[in-house]
């Protein structure tokens, strides 16, 4: 089992000791997609993946999901937390086992996701006091500061309801004066470079678990392609993330920070837990 290199009350302490006045961006990875982001005073999580169930649901099948990483921190010891982003449906990025406890423990939780899954995700979360808000790519909404646009992701398809809109999405979040891109899931496609390439990204947080049709879901980037996103969109740091999480959909990032290193990419490795800060 992976060691997260902080968690339980020295994550904790560490997210609280950065005070309203630090105009700072700093950024927690708490594994596979998920990342805490603190600028200012307010706090949004992205994607929390934050108990076994998958480890539980799949323990009796031929696809059993072993967690490799510790987790670092039990849902309903998060607290503070006003908005929580889910880029789609399948349960490493919208899990009810984190995000029911969430809510007990942050009273008036906004859940943003795509809304072709919103009757899927009510389900998913029963009589949890959530508000769901559904976007799609390229519509904008702002929440504590945060102002959050959809960007469609391929995951494996680019898939769309009836009405047009996404089931996958990525999300451009702007506050004070960062700009991050959070990808969820997703394939490159045509779509990425011409929306993400002007918004000049200090921070991207990409997959690099990669797409292998042994494994039996949906692929993601690779390290090289996330990399070469990163480098196309010029953006100022790239963090490499879905990985490490389950024994069967995982990569090492050595492609990843080999392929950044070619190009002049700036990049950063984190650890489950770990904080980032951007001055």
Known sequence: MIRAKQKDEVLLADVASIL???????VWW???????????????????????????????????????TERCVAPERLCGIGTVVASHLHTDHLDAATLQPLALSNPGLKLLLPH?????????LGDADVQLLGLDAGETTE??????????????????????????????IQRGDYVIYHSGDTLWHDGLVPVLAPLVCDLMLLPINGN????????????????????????????PCHYDMFAFNTVTPDDFTHACESLSQPYHV???????TLA
């Open 270 to 276: 984190m650890g489950c837990g770990e904080r980032l």
């Open 30 to 68: 708490l594994g596979q997609s998920g990342f805490l982001l603190k600028q200012a005073g307010a706090v949004l999580l992205l994607d929390p993946y934050l108990s076994d169930s998958l480890t539980l649901k799949y323990a009796a099948t031929d696809k059993r999901h072993v967690r490799m």
């Open 212 to 239: 292998l049709p042994e494994r039996r879901v949906s692929g993601n980037l690779d390290g090289r392609e996330a990399a070469a996103l990163a480098k196309a969109c010029a953006a100022k740091c790239v963090v």
């Open 116 to 124: 072709p899954i919103i009757a899927e995700a009510k389900a998913r």
């Open 143 to 172: 929440h504590d500061g945060w102002k959050i646009t959809g960007v469609i992701s391929a995951h494996n398809d680019l898939k769309k309801d009836a009405l047009g809109r996404c089931h996958y999405l990525g999300f451009s």
């Open 20 to 26: 309203p006045e630090d105009a700072r961006l700093h």
